[in-house]
Nanobody, 113 residues
Framework: VQLVESGGGLVQPGGSLRLSCAAS????????MSWYRQAPGKEREWVARISTAGGIKNYADSVKGRFTISRDNAKNTVDLQMNSLKPEDTAVYYC???????WGQGTQVTVSS
């Protein structure tokens, strides 16, 4: 199993980033997928979740209205569009299938002026 997150970087407050996660080694289309994040010194927290066909999306209150999760089952990818970024969004972001304990290496997002 491989989960490879990409798209992180340094962005100013109010800016946008689009994260992508490429999955392999499991039947991607059969799993809900989630994004998590972990800020320095804090517990890992759930950010967003998308159903197998993409019709159901759920978000943590802290990102609702700013982040959008999407997926492409033909490409085995799940994305996270992040708008109106805040310094408190700074964290390492991970994608994960709901259920199996599979994790990638994460991608660093830093929101700072």
């Amino acid at each position: 199993v491989q989960l490879v997150e990409s798209g992180g970087g340094l962005v100013q407050p109010g800016g946008s980033l689009r994260l992508s996660c490429a999955a392999s080694g499991f039947t991607f289309s059969q799993y809900f997928m989630s994004w998590y994040r972990q800020a320095p010194g804090k517990e890992r927290e759930w950010v967003a979740r998308i159903s197998t066909a993409g019709g159901i999306k759920n978000y943590a209150d802290s990102v609702k209205g700013r982040f959008t999760i999407s997926r492409d089952n033909a490409k085995n990818t799940v994305d996270l569009q992040m708008n109106s970024l805040k310094p408190e969004d700074t964290a390492v972001y991970y994608c994960k299938p709901v259920g199996p304990d599979y994790w990638g290496q994460g991608t660093q997002v830093t929101v700072s002026s």
